[in-house]
């Protein structure tokens, strides 16, 4: 398995057949057998326990894939936590698309990992014949690998539920702000408009037809807007 371009995550099937005499796998041209080959040239030393280091160190080739693709979605989701608190819609919009893109990776490693691990607890625990003692505790060594990396799964799940969930409450908090800075907005340029409607009423009033009355007007409107600008302000509204 690995990671594509795009971050979706890229699996290759491999079937293995264990005799006493032979391990026999079926696999695409995808799968690189190289890494498999180095592992046995590396662990050479163990060949004399014959299909079982076979089995091995095909086991071990994949798990050490599971653990690398697991490494690059821990950046993945650290990258993704930094960029949390970097305002702006598109950049959250990308988030949440980087988030479930995540998600899903992580399911699909956890559905090819538990299987894993299960067999390879079968075979450790009698299901195998011919896992001799001499190559068990390598096989061991594999299943706590798989264990590992199988609450590992589990752990990055929650974190990138923890960034969705995050997410959502700041761009919640953003709306807020701006719904406050909207209505205290709207309610600044309502005093000028009830001013100038109570000047404007069909009644004789003190002032009316004379520059008093405008230069009150306007005294009263910018005063009203100055104090109701600066109490926003103070609140931290604006």
Do not use: C
């Not at 990308?94 to 899903?104: G, T």
């Not at 923890?162 to 309610?187: F, Y």
């Not at 109490?231 to 509204?237: G, I, Q």
């Amino acid at each position: 398995m690995l990671r594509g371009k795009d971050g979706e995550l890229v699996t290759h099937e491999v079937k293995a057949f264990v005799t006493h005499h032979a391990l026999v796998t079926i696999h695409g041209p995808d799968f690189d057998t190289a890494a498999v080959q180095r592992r046995w040239d590396a662990n050479s030393d163990l060949a004399d326990h014959g299909v079982p280091w076979l089995l091995w160190g095909l086991l071990d080739t994949v798990v050490d894939h599971a653990t690398s693709v697991l490494e690059t979605i821990e950046r993945d989701i650290d990258a993704l936590e930094d960029d949390l608190f970097e305002n702006g819609d598109p950049r959250e919009q990308q988030i949440q698309r980087r988030s479930f893109r995540l998600r899903k990776a992580l399911g699909v490693l956890r559905r090819l990992v538990v299987p894993t691990r299960d067999s390879v607890g079968s075979l450790l625990h009698g299901d195998a014949e011919t896992i001799i003692d001499g190559v068990r505790p390598y096989f061991r060594d594999v299943e706590d690998h798989l264990v590992s990396i199988a609450d590992s799964v589990e752990q990055q799940r929650d974190a990138v539920s923890s960034v969705l969930d995050t997410n959502l409450n700041l761009a919640s908090n953003r709306q807020n702000t701006v719904m406050k800075k909207v209505t205290s907005w709207a309610a600044i340029i309502a005093i000028p408009t009830g001013i100038t409607s109570f000047f404007g009423q069909n009644v004789q009033f003190p002032g009316e037809g004379q520059w008093s009355g405008l230069w009150a007007s306007i005294a009263l409107t910018v005063a009203s807007s100055l104090l109701l600008y600066r109490s926003f302000k103070h609140r931290d509204w604006l």
